[in-house]
Structure formats: C-alpha cells, structure tokens
C-alpha cells in the first residue's frame, strides 16, 4: 500500500521536472491526514505521540528524504503552524517528530510572540526548542528578552543564560533587567540570579536573586505597597496589600495597614462570581485606635466625643446581586461603620473613598457607589428585590439609615419593607384613553418616637390629543388614598390610625417649531434649529392633614401654571468614505417658571403683606459643539428678590495635544459657595504638569491645593505630586516601568 507521503513525494518531484524548476513554488503537506494513520507508519514511529495539526512548507526548493522521512527547505522558508510560523534561510524538518532546525535568520511567531536567532531547533507541534544567540519579544506586554541560550519549554515558559530583559525598543534601552540566568513564564513571574538592574547600560542595582512580574492577567502575589505619613491624624502610615486569586471564580485582597498614632488595622474585600446571574463583593476592616483625642479634633466634630482613646474601630461592606432572569433580581448594599467619626479620621485613605471612582451600577462590581469622606453625614443601608412584567413592576425595598449627626441612631427613621406596585400605561378597552397607577406598603420603625403602617394607591388616567403637528395635549386626572396607622414606641405616648384622600388634575399642551440650516461644510452638514415651548396646569385642592404624623408626607394645596421655552441647535456632521452621518447636540437652553394661582388670590397678612405668585425662573443650558469643549450650567433666579438663588456651571476644555482645563463653581445661597479648578498643560511629548485646587468660598477656606509633574518615556514614567490641605501637606513619588506596573512609590507629609 502506498502512503499518502509518497504520493506527495512523487508529486512533488514531478513538479521539479517541470517548468517550475528554478522559480518560487509551494508545497502543502497534510499532516493531518499523514498522522491520522492514512498510510503505513515505520516501525519505531508507532508509539510516539505526536500532536495533530497541519503544517504548510513555503520555500524556493524543497526536497525529501525517504529513509529519514526528512524535509529539507532552502530560500525564504516558511513553516506555518497552528498558531504561528517559522522563517529562515534553511529548515530541516522530521514529518514524524515535527523537529525543525533552522539556520540563517531564523524568525518565530507564536501567539503573537516573536523569537529570533541564529540557530534553532523547534518542535512546532509542541511549541519547545533551542535558540542559540537569541532574542524573544512578548506583544501583549511589548516585553524583550536577549540571551546566549534561550530554551522554551513550553507554550510561554522560557529559560534563558546570560539574558537581558526590558519593555524598550531600540539598542540601548532606558531600563533593563540582566542576569546570569533567567526564567520566565509568561503571564506570570520572571526569576532573576545574580542580577543587575540597569540605566542606560548603567548598572545601578545589583541583586543575587530577585523577582519580577510577567503578568497579563490576574495573579496572587502582593500589590504595590502604599507609604505615607500625616502629620495630624495618622502619623506614618504604611499598607502592603497582598492579592489572592482564589480561582476562576472568586479572589480576594488583604489589607494589612499600619498607622503609628493609630496602631494596626487588618482589611481584606472578598469579590466571587459564582456564575453570570450571581456575583457580589464583601469587605470589611478592623482597628484598634491607639490615638489620644485632643481637644481641637473634639471642636470639630459635629458631635462630641465620648471616648479618648483604645477604641475599637471597624467598617463592613457587602454587595450582592442575583439575577433570577433579565427582569428579576435581588440586589444588597449593606455598609456599616462602628461610629460617626470614622470617615472625619480617614478621610485621606479609606477602602470606600479608593474604590467609588467611575461608579457603574450596571457593571459587575460596579465599585462603590460613595466616596468615604468627612462631607457624610449619614450612611444608608439598602436591599430590594425586584421583578418586572410587561406592564407591572414589583420592588420590595428595605433601608436603615445612621445618623452621623446623633450619638444613636434610636430616633433616625427606618425604613423595613417598603413594597411598591407599578401598573404602566396601557390602553382602556381599546380607546385613547390610558391607565396607570402607583400603590406602596412601607413599615416605617424608630427605637424612640413614632412609627407605623403607611399605604398609597395613586391611580391615574391619562388621555394624549394629537393636534395634526402642531399641538400635542395631555390631560391627566388622577385619585390618591393615604392611610396610615401610628404608634409610639420607647415609651407612653397615644397612636392613631386615619386616611387621607384627594384628587389632581394636569393638563399640558407643547409643540415644536423648527427649521433644517443646510451648511454643506466639510465637517459640518446641517444644522437644525429647534424651539418648544410648553404649558403646563396642575390643580390639587385642599384637604385637612392636622393629624399627619412625621412619617406621613404632607400634601399641599396646588393651583399653578408651569410654562418653559426649549432651545436646541443639533448639527449633522458628514464622515464620509460614504459611512454614516452622526449627530450632536451642540447648543441646549431651557427657561421655566411657575405662576401661582393659589398665591395671586392670598389676602394680604400683616406677616406675607405681599404676594408673589411669580416663582424663580430656572435655567439650564449646555454647549457642547465639539469634543473639544464643554460648558454646562444650571441656575434659579428670584425674580421676586432679584437675587441668585443657586447658580452651578462646569467648563471642559481640551485639545489634540492633551492639553485640558476643567473648571466648576457651585453656589446656593447661604449654604454653599465653592470652586474647584483642574489644569493639565503638555510641555513636551514626555513633560505635563497639573495643577489643582479646591476653594470654599463660603468660608474663604482653601480645601486643597494640589500641583503634579508627569513624565512619560516610551517605556517608563514617572510622577511627583505635591498636595497641601488645612490639616495635611503631602508629597509623592511614583514609578512605573510598562509592562511590568508600578514599581516603586514613596510619600510623605509635614506637621
């Protein structure tokens, strides 16, 4: 029986007899059909385990060795592989072993990693071999290694003598690693013996043995370590996180911090997924604070303290979701604190304050949803349940709330179960007219004081009325019943049970004047121009509420018009290679305010001599014609006092070089008037500065001044940061070499 491998012989010489002789040719071998067992294999070759996969040989000539079953390629070879290929001026390749050795510009890609050498000898099956005079580049961490003799041994572990390792391109690199041998995995760790770490070929460090990160993807192994010092508050503070992954489905970080005026505090956060609908986070953190506390900490606080010292400190945190289907799940966000002044004592470092950066609650651990600082003054605790049909939604809701402004919570208002019903607008039989309510359970309780049973329904029936284009009408009517049931608990006090019922009515009418700007510009196609105005009539009447309780939201008596005027500039901007036209919002203006009727018609009273029916006009606009610039604002004018009520804006300027200015001012009047600026200027391809400061105008207080210089190489940066606030001043220094993190950090303070 003839093997399919003399058959390709044969073909292969007929092929060279021909008028291809001398020219560029190709040749494929199916390998997998030779290790399938199509042909008759040698004896000796029957028990050998060779891995299946084609292999295609590219090269000038090629010729076949029938006794050593051997392929010998000549002039820009090319053996692809399963995952790669492997260039060179000449390879000889073993069918049976898949044992290729390479001379003369010899070229490996594997998975995106490159290998070169002079010499090589590789099982391209198996991924292993020998190169000699060698030199290995790692794409996923743009990593390079150099050595006299590099061994793989196997898919990405490699063993090199006499390396050198750096993630910088060119001949003299600005950091590297070198040692007497090298072992590497990627994706994992490098071992270094008698190793130097070297600047500009300049040894600077010497270490017999040291480890470095190859990592890609997650890893156990301790994290950066955090050095600071606080004058103040925490003295020198050092936290050397250890990570733990624990599996594919669960890993784990442990805090180990220590403060030396306030002793040694012991965090770990567990994050697990145990599978796509269940998934959550747990945290929690023990201390016992050593700290004496002085008197001026003692005036600053909102209440008083009632302990000096060895005070047992902690904080725990759990967050957890479980999806029972796309429109049902259970979700908890539990966090507790053992007193009102844990975050005024950690507010420059806290567990919570380092994780509610870019906040998502719609991603898998979505972070924390607040920062931890001295601004709180409560905490809330919440979990619900929620499911969802498609014209109901059911959300069973409990929260627990503590007061940082008290010494207990017996008095702060609990909220456990609150369960809502939701009907959504639907069709009655057909008609145009529309249904839809609202009704809640909630059980409110406090230790001390009064708490009780509260139940709403709130049906309502909308009816839409389409004018042609030109007016669009929605009249609404609705019904509301309020009962509740009261009693006071901690004590002697009467209870009662009442309700409470009345009506509204609404009616609102808008419509849209607009009209297409053709620009025909290179960027900019059209714009449109766009101005709605609106009316809007609300009556409730009045009803008697003398015997509300505290929990029972009051219901007041309404009799005003709402009126608003809408702005809007939206440009088509062209992309063209025919793609799609895109659109932006670049200009959005909204004026509104309420006239009341109820107030119009007020007898004059020696207190409210006056009446002013006329309320603030609200204003709210934003320009966004590029990219490039941002500029929103947001304010209430008293048109009755003439004066600013509240008046927010925010500025973001950036452009192509990196260049960025952002800049907000809020202010409400007499509570609060503060302006936070941003300043990021590029100098050079590799320099940026940063300057950034906080100011509470109110106060005429600085709350933070902080200026930073970046300077970033191909393959390495660093950053010095230098903050000063009224009870700290810190500096930092942070390094970075790419593709190995953040390798070094050091900061400190001042009293």
Same mark, same amino acid.
């Given at each position: 029986?003839?093997?399919?491998?003399?058959? #390709?012989?044969?073909?292969?010489?007929?092929?060279?007899? !021909?008028?291809?002789?001398?020219?560029?040719?190709?040749?494929?071998?199916?390998?997998?059909?030779?290790?399938? !067992?199509?042909?008759?294999?040698?004896?000796?070759?029957?028990?050998?385990?060779?891995?299946?996969?084609?292999?295609?040989?590219?090269?000038?000539?090629?010729?076949?060795?029938?006794?050593?079953?051997?392929?010998?390629?000549?002039?820009?070879?090319?053996?692809?592989?399963?995952?790669?290929?492997?260039?060179?001026?000449?390879?000889?390749?073993?069918? &049976? %072993?898949?044992?290729?050795?390479?001379?003369?510009?010899?070229?490996? %890609?594997?998975?995106?990693?490159?290998?070169?050498?002079?010499?090589?000898?590789?099982?391209?099956?198996?991924?292993?071999?020998?190169?000699?005079?060698?030199?290995?580049?790692?794409?996923?961490?743009?990593?390079?290694?150099?050595?006299?003799?590099?061994?793989?041994?196997?898919?990405?572990?490699?063993?090199?003598?006499?390396?050198?390792?750096?993630?910088?391109? +060119?001949?003299?690199?600005?950091?590297?690693?070198?040692?007497?041998?090298?072992?590497?995995?990627?994706?994992?760790?490098?071992?270094?013996?008698?190793?130097?770490?070297?600047?500009?070929?300049?040894?600077?460090?010497?270490?017999?043995?040291?480890? *470095?990160?190859?990592?890609?993807?997650?890893? %156990?192994?301790?994290?950066?370590?955090?050095?600071?010092?606080?004058?103040?508050?925490?003295?020198?503070?050092?936290?050397?996180?250890?990570?733990? #992954?624990?599996?594919?489905?669960?890993?784990?970080?442990?805090?180990?911090?220590?403060?030396?005026?306030?002793? *040694?505090?012991?965090?770990?956060?567990?994050?697990?997924?145990?599978?796509?609908?269940?998934?959550?986070?747990?945290?929690?953190?023990?201390?016992?604070? /050593?700290?004496?506390?002085?008197?001026?900490?003692?005036?600053?606080?909102?209440?008083?303290?009632?302990?000096?010292?060895?005070?047992?400190?902690?904080?725990?945190?759990?967050?957890?979701?479980?999806?029972? +289907?796309?429109?049902?799940?259970?979700?908890?966000?539990?966090?507790?604190?053992?007193?009102?002044?844990?975050?005024?004592?950690?507010?420059?470092?806290?567990?919570?304050?380092?994780?509610?950066?870019?906040?998502?609650?719609?991603?898998?651990?979505?972070?924390?949803?607040? #920062?931890?600082?001295?601004?709180?003054?409560?905490?809330?605790?919440?979990?619900?349940?929620?499911?969802?049909?498609?014209?109901?939604?059911?959300?069973?809701?409990?929260?627990?709330?503590?007061?940082?402004?008290?010494?207990?919570?017996?008095?702060?208002?609990? /909220?456990?179960?609150?369960?809502?019903?939701?009907?959504?607008?639907?069709?009655?039989?057909?008609?145009?007219?529309?249904?839809?309510?609202?009704?809640?359970?909630?059980?409110?309780?406090? /230790?001390?004081?009064?708490?009780?049973?509260?139940?709403?329904?709130?049906?309502?029936?909308?009816?839409?009325?389409?004018?042609?284009?030109?007016?669009?009408?929605?009249?609404?009517?609705?019904?509301?019943?309020?009962?509740?049931?009261?009693?006071?608990? !901690? +004590?002697?006090?009467?209870?009662?049970?009442?309700?409470?019922?009345?009506?509204?009515?609404?009616?609102?009418?808008?419509?849209?004047?607009?009209?297409?700007?053709?620009?025909?510009?290179?960027?900019?196609?059209?714009?449109?121009?766009?101005?709605?105005?609106?009316?809007?009539?609300?009556?409730?009447?009045?009803?008697?509420?003398?015997? &509300?309780?505290? *929990?029972?939201?009051?219901?007041?008596?309404?009799? &005003?018009?709402?009126?608003?005027?809408?702005?809007?500039?939206?440009?088509?901007?062209? /992309?063209?290679?025919?793609?799609?036209?895109?659109?932006?919002?670049?200009?959005?203006?909204?004026?509104?305010?309420?006239?009341?009727?109820?107030?119009?018609?007020?007898?004059?009273?020696?207190?409210?001599?006056?009446?002013?029916?006329?309320?603030?006009?609200?204003?709210?606009?934003?320009?966004?014609?590029?990219?490039?610039?941002?500029?929103?604002?947001?304010?209430?004018?008293?048109?009755?006092?003439?004066?600013?009520?509240?008046?927010?804006?925010?500025?973001?300027?950036?452009?192509?070089?990196?260049?960025?200015?952002?800049?907000?001012?809020?202010?409400?009047?007499?509570?609060?008037?503060?302006?936070?600026?941003?300043?990021? #200027?590029?100098?050079?391809?590799?320099?940026?500065?940063?300057?950034?400061?906080?100011?509470?105008?109110?106060?005429?207080?600085?709350?933070?001044?902080?200026?930073?210089?970046?300077?970033?190489?191909?393959?390495?940066?660093?950053?010095?940061?230098?903050?000063?606030?009224?009870?700290?001043?810190?500096?930092?220094?942070?390094?970075?070499?790419?593709?190995? +993190?953040?390798?070094?950090?050091?900061? !400190?303070?001042?009293?």
């Amino acid at each position: 029986m003839i093997s399919l491998m003399h058959f #390709a012989v044969i073909t292969m010489r007929f092929f060279r007899k !021909g008028s291809l002789v001398g020219r560029r040719w190709v040749f494929i071998i199916a390998v997998i059909a030779v290790c399938s !067992g199509v042909f008759i294999p040698h004896a000796g070759a029957r028990d050998m385990e060779v891995p299946k996969g084609p292999i295609d040989i590219i090269a000038d000539s090629i010729s076949y060795d029938e006794e050593t079953e051997t392929y010998r390629a000549e002039g820009d070879v090319v053996i692809a592989f399963s995952g790669g290929n492997l260039r060179a001026d000449h390879v000889t390749l073993h069918s &049976l %072993t898949k044992v290729a050795v390479a001379r003369g510009n010899v070229s490996i %890609t594997s998975n995106g990693d490159i290998v070169e050498g002079d010499y090589v000898r590789f099982n391209v099956a198996l991924k292993t071999g020998t190169i000699r005079e060698g030199r290995i580049f790692f794409s996923q961490n743009h990593l390079y290694i150099t050595g006299r003799d590099i061994r793989k041994k196997g898919e990405r572990e490699y063993a090199i003598t006499d390396a050198q390792a750096t993630t910088c391109d +060119g001949d003299v690199p600005d950091w590297r690693f070198t040692g007497k041998e090298l072992n590497v995995t990627i994706d994992g760790y490098g071992t270094v013996t008698h190793g130097t770490f070297q600047v500009k070929n300049i040894p600077v460090l010497y270490a017999p043995y040291f480890i *470095f990160p190859a990592k890609t993807t997650r890893q %156990t192994g301790f994290l950066i370590p955090r050095i600071g010092h606080s004058g103040d508050k925490l003295g020198t503070d050092i936290e050397i996180p250890f990570y733990w #992954a624990i599996s594919e489905h669960a890993d784990a970080t442990f805090y180990q911090r220590y403060m030396s005026k306030r002793g *040694f505090q012991e965090g770990a956060e567990l994050r697990y997924f145990m599978s796509d609908h269940s998934f959550g986070t747990i945290y929690g953190d023990f201390l016992n604070d /050593t700290k004496d506390i002085g008197s001026e900490e003692h005036e600053a606080d909102q209440i008083a303290r009632d302990w000096r010292e060895n005070y047992t400190r902690w904080t725990y945190y759990i967050n957890h979701e479980t999806r029972f +289907g796309p429109r049902c799940y259970v979700r908890t966000d539990i966090k507790k604190v053992s007193d009102p002044w844990y975050f005024r004592d950690f507010e420059s470092h806290n567990y919570y304050r380092d994780h509610s950066e870019d906040y998502d609650a719609n991603t898998l651990f979505g972070r924390v949803s607040f #920062a931890g600082d001295m601004a709180m003054d409560s905490l809330k605790s919440t979990a619900r349940f929620v499911k969802k049909w498609a014209l109901y939604n059911l959300t069973v809701f409990g929260r627990y709330t503590d007061d940082f402004r008290s010494y207990s919570n017996d008095q702060t208002l609990q /909220t456990y179960p609150s369960i809502s019903l939701t009907g959504v607008q639907q069709p009655i039989f057909g008609a145009p007219l529309t249904i839809a309510f609202d009704s809640s359970y909630i059980y409110y309780y406090r /230790t001390v004081g009064y708490g009780g049973h509260v139940g709403d329904v709130h049906p309502m029936v909308t009816l839409p009325v389409h004018l042609d284009s030109y007016l669009d009408l929605v009249l609404t009517a609705g019904a509301r019943e309020t009962m509740w049931d009261s009693a006071y608990h !901690g +004590g002697q006090a009467p209870g009662s049970d009442s309700s409470r019922s009345l009506y509204h009515a609404d009616v609102s009418a808008s419509t849209e004047i607009h009209r297409i700007f053709a620009v025909n510009g290179d960027v900019v196609e059209k714009i449109r121009h766009a101005i709605i105005p609106e009316v809007a009539y609300r009556y409730v009447p009045s009803v008697a509420q003398d015997d &509300l309780p505290d *929990f029972v939201p009051a219901e007041g008596e309404e009799n &005003l018009i709402e009126y608003s005027i809408t702005n809007t500039l939206t440009s088509r901007y062209a /992309t063209g290679d025919d793609a799609r036209s895109y659109y932006r919002e670049i200009f959005f203006l909204k004026l509104s305010q309420a006239y009341d009727i109820k107030e119009s018609r007020r007898d004059a009273t020696v207190v409210e001599p006056e009446r002013r029916p006329f309320g603030p006009v609200e204003i709210e606009t934003r320009l966004d014609p590029c990219s490039y610039v941002t500029v929103s604002g947001d304010m209430n004018f008293d048109v009755n006092s003439g004066e600013w009520k509240k008046t927010n804006y925010d500025m973001a300027l950036r452009d192509i070089r990196g260049d960025s200015l952002s800049a907000e001012y809020r202010y409400t009047q007499d509570d609060i008037e503060e302006f936070n600026l941003d300043l990021t #200027a590029v100098i050079t391809d590799a320099v940026s500065v940063s300057y950034t400061v906080s100011k509470n105008i109110l106060d005429d207080d600085v709350v933070e001044v902080m200026y930073s210089v970046d300077y970033k190489s191909q393959c390495w940066s660093m950053e010095l940061i230098y903050a000063d606030s009224p009870d700290d001043r810190r500096y930092m220094a942070v390094f970075y070499l790419y593709g190995l +993190g953040k390798v070094g950090e050091a900061s !400190g303070g001042f009293d």
